[in-house]
């Protein structure tokens, strides 16, 4: 019994060893952003769904605002592997470091891990059983779904719509906030 359980355990880390790097480990290396907000700007926003329209796309803002799912492999994000920084694309709010990005061939940009104290969570029962979605903690904007199998350090796949996220690669500033009504 313990020669199979041997045997069985080596198959599978030889299945393990010929799956892409980039699948299994996030990339931990380059440049980043100094995404430090001070808590002000993590307060919520007041500012209204509709509000958000004139500077979203119409796909964009169905999915923020609307909660809804873009396509699968529709993303030009799902391949970018840049260093930088994914901000949310209403408010640019700053949500992942590259550092946290992995290959989890979904056809979504997924992530090990967001920026501390910059999303929140909540259940999503649209699908009969529950699901943890996510949304920007400063305007509401959904992102996504997160998920238990991912790679570690922490096990989880936060998987994001590309149209609710903006990259901004490390060489370039990170852009202004925005969305706070006058």
Not at 48 to 77: H, K, M
Not at 104 to 120: A, K, M, N
Request: proline share 6%; aromatic share 10%.
């Amino acid at each position: 019994m313990k020669r199979r359980r041997f045997i069985g355990g080596m198959s599978a880390l030889g299945v393990l060893s010929m799956l892409p790097s980039g699948w299994l480990a996030a990339r931990a290396d380059g440049a980043h952003h100094d995404v430090a907000v001070n808590a002000g700007e993590l307060e919520r926003l007041s500012r209204s769904a509709d509000a958000w329209r004139a500077v979203l796309s119409d796909d964009a803002w169905q999915v923020l605002f609307r909660e809804r799912t873009e396509p699968s492999f529709s993303s030009p994000l799902d391949s970018e592997y840049g260093d930088g920084t994914y901000v949310c694309a209403a408010c640019h709010l700053p949500l992942f470091s590259s550092g946290t990005k992995f290959d989890s061939r979904t056809g979504w940009p997924s992530f090990y891990e967001p920026l501390q104290g910059h999303v929140d969570t909540k259940l999503d029962f649209r699908l009969i059983w529950p699901r943890t979605e996510y949304h920007c903690i400063r305007c509401g904007g959904h992102q996504g779904h997160v998920f238990n199998d991912g790679p570690e350090p922490t096990g989880e796949r936060w998987c994001n719509n590309g149209l609710a996220l903006r990259f901004v690669r490390a060489d370039e500033p990170l852009p202004d906030l925005r969305g706070r009504e006058t």
